[in-house]
């Protein structure tokens, strides 16, 4: 049981990821963050950064604009998948039974986060965990024009994946040896990256207890 647990959290360790599945695992696991519903406990935003570390060297042997583009179409037809999953199973979302994989408060966050930024929400959507993964779900279930979804929606991902990629590329041209401290970055990532999440959480808990005492 224990060295189970064990494995599983090393496959959500991003340094891991790359070394073991290579290319090929991290840009599916992109289409899977930005377009399956299950896929919102995946490391996107460290797994991008550490790729951008890691590009160009014997892990991950590819240009970084070449791993930029690869990137920037599997999110882009991730979230594409994830509007038409929205569209075809509005009623099937909206009544099912909450499970690990999917609770109501993830919509809700998704949802509160469109209401306040419109499509903006779409791009600046993409910086934030379980956000990115249930916006594009909730843009197929209310109808959005997908002409201007695709458009928003591209733009997201392509400054996404740049920002991430290009950020963490630079930081290790200038540092060599920051692979050694690998472990210590995706920790503070992750911790940086909850932050808005938790935010949003307490504000649509406190909106609903004042709807309550209505």
């Known amino acids: 049981m224990i060295s189970t647990a064990f494995l599983f959290v090393d496959l959500l360790n991003p340094e891991e990821i790359i070394k073991w599945g290579g290319l090929a695992l991290l840009l599916f696991i992109i289409f899977a963050e930005t377009g399956l519903f299950f896929g919102f406990f995946l490391p996107g935003d460290s797994l991008l950064f550490i790729a951008g570390i890691l590009s160009d060297t014997k892990h991950l042997s590819i240009n970084v604009w070449l ?128 932050i808005p999440l938790i935010i949003s959480w307490q504000r649509n808990r406190n909106s609903f207890g004042k709807n309550e005492t209505k």
Do not use: Q, S
């Open 67 to 194: 791993l930029i583009l690869l990137l920037t179409v599997c999110a882009v037809l991730g979230t594409c998948v994830g509007y038409a999953f929205g569209r075809w199973a509005e009623n099937y979302l909206k009544n099912r039974k909450e499970n690990f994989f999917y609770k109501k408060k993830y919509m809700d966050v998704a949802d509160d986060f469109y209401k306040r930024y419109g499509m903006t929400a779409f791009i600046m959507g993409r910086f934030l965990p379980i956000v990115r993964t249930f916006v594009p779900i909730l843009a197929g279930m209310v109808r959005i024009d997908f002409g201007r979804f695709f458009f928003f929606n591209a733009v997201g991902a392509a400054t996404w994946i740049i920002v991430m990629v290009m950020a963490g590329h630079l930081l290790g041209n200038a540092f060599p040896t920051i692979t050694e401290h690998l472990e210590i970055i995706v920790g503070g990532m992750v911790l940086i990256t909850t």
